[in-house]
């Protein structure tokens, strides 16, 4: 599934695509929403933000369009109506006279008055997202510390759009390493080292991968590996989907558990219990 920063990447190229060319037709495949399709036809694309994995398309007619592309959907920028073969569905389409954004396979999309976006419940229910919101490590640390979160597993709470919106299932790992924390723990039974660390991870992490498109790994690193001939599941991630291999940093074979339903990898030694206060 796209994580945060996949999502976000796919904004940018959804707003460059749209933004600057009035909307000449708009096409939704779900007969509920047959209906808006004309009041987009003439209309401008103002921007495109997301919350998390939930892209919201502002138009200049007061309408917004939000879409979640869960586990199948897929966003494609094409030139005007030059379709890809695919066996996908066609959800959702807007097309402008040079290029046309099309969304395939996903189911949830709704079409809001400017001011009804905030009433959305996976909007109202979303944690901050800390790649468009100015979230400081700070803050996260007050969160992961509150009450509603510090008793939870990391493991759940690190899938939890309510506690962090964006993150997902790499992500989960690569923060848990990055932070020294064994997937086990839960926020109070962590040191304050590794609440500040989690929480800086939080948005480096995100940060990161939006910018390079999905590295996780430290960047220096990644770039060597690159540069001496590695492919990209090698020099991506520093735990994430390496069960077997070696932690980059000690050697300890990286592991693979499932948590909260979802596989999970970790470093034994990097991520011990055995050091807690
Ligand atoms: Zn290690």
Redesign the pocket.
Known sequence: MPEGPEIRRAADQVEKALTGRKIMEVHFAFDHLKDYEDFFAGADVLRVDTVGKAMLIRFSNGYTVYSHNQLYGKWVIRNAYNYPKTNRQLRFAVHNEKKSALLYSSSDIEVMRDEEVHLHPFIQRAGPDVLNDSVTSAQLIERINSKKFSGRRWTALLLDQGFVAGNGNYLRSEILFKAGIHPSLRPKDCTEEQIQAAAEAIIQLSVQSYETGGITNDIELANRLKAEGKKRPQYRHWVFNRAGQS?R??G?PIEKIVAASRRLYF?P???GIEDLH
Do not use: A, G, H, N
Request: charged share 10%.
């Open positions: 932690c940093i000690d300890t470093c030694t990097c991520q």
